[in-house]
């Protein structure tokens, strides 16, 4: 099982807003940058998001990344249909001191 | 803009030692302003952190892995690498090489990936 928390699968219409949560802990997600990843299907995973909510050059502001306490948050508007990917949220876990990651969320644009 | 590339065996025995190498080009290994990384996805499942290394030579491994694990870099070479010993099919996965900048912590630049199969 994953020390971070992810829904298993989300799904919305074209157009939409999706949210996709990661829980933690003060161990890893209070304390430490959040970084969100799509793995679009048969390839790497791409950075996101990374230090809780910075988008690296070339990510569409579509794409959003908040944190609060031990949970954070991924959003997506605008929903495409090439946005279908598994997402996966990582962070620094201080207590293992070992980078973790969620089990990953498979986004389904209906 | 840097690219990573990994290679290495696609099968190996069970009780054998994995062994990759990750390949840098258009960007240098001997920055010291980055972590270099192994992350491996098991088929149809998450991403797993294996390990990290700095160019000083620092090294961070995944505690369930430690005793099986070394990762080491090759600066005249722009490469790291990865050694697993004692391998199982539980080792079987698409190993990425990847990217870590020190301070802002998330990885920013993968491999494509190399599937490894643990099979006799």
């Known amino acids: 099982q994953s020390v971070l928390t992810q829904p298993p699968s989300v799904s919305a219409a074209p157009g939409q807003k999706v949210t996709i949560s990661c829980s933690g802990s003060?161990?890893?997600?209070?304390?430490?940058?959040v970084s969100w990843y799509q793995q679009l299907p048969g390839t790497a995973p791409k950075l996101l998001i990374s230090?809780?909510?910075k988008r690296p050059s070339g990510i569409p502001d579509r794409f959003s990344g908040s944190k609060s306490g031990t949970s954070a948050t991924l959003g997506i508007t605008g929903l495409q249909t090439g946005d279908e990917a598994d997402y996966y949220c990582?962070?620094?876990?201080?207590?293992?001191?070992?980078?973790?990651f969620g089990g990953g969320t498979k986004l389904t644009v209906l | 803009q840097l690219q990573l590339q990994e290679s290495g065996p696609g099968l190996v025995k069970p009780s054998e030692s994995l062994s990759l190498t990750c390949t840098a080009s258009g960007g240098s290994i001997s920055s010291s302003s980055y972590y270099w990384a192994w992350i491996r996805q098991p088929p149809g499942q998450g991403l797993e952190w294996v390990a990290s290394i700095h160019q000083s030579g620092a090294t961070y491994y995944k505690p369930s892995l430690k005793s099986r694990v070394t990762i080491s870099v090759d600066t005249s070479k722009n490469q790291f690498s990865l050694k697993l010993s004692s391998v199982t099919a539980a080792d079987t996965a698409v190993y990425y090489c990847a990217r870590l900048p020190r301070v802002v912590g998330s990885f920013d630049n993968w491999g494509r990936g190399t599937l490894v199969t643990v099979s006799s």
């Open positions: 230090e809780n909510n």
């Open positions: 003060s161990s890893n997600i209070e304390n430490n940058y």
């Open positions: 990582g962070t620094w876990d201080s207590s293992l001191s070992a980078w973790v």
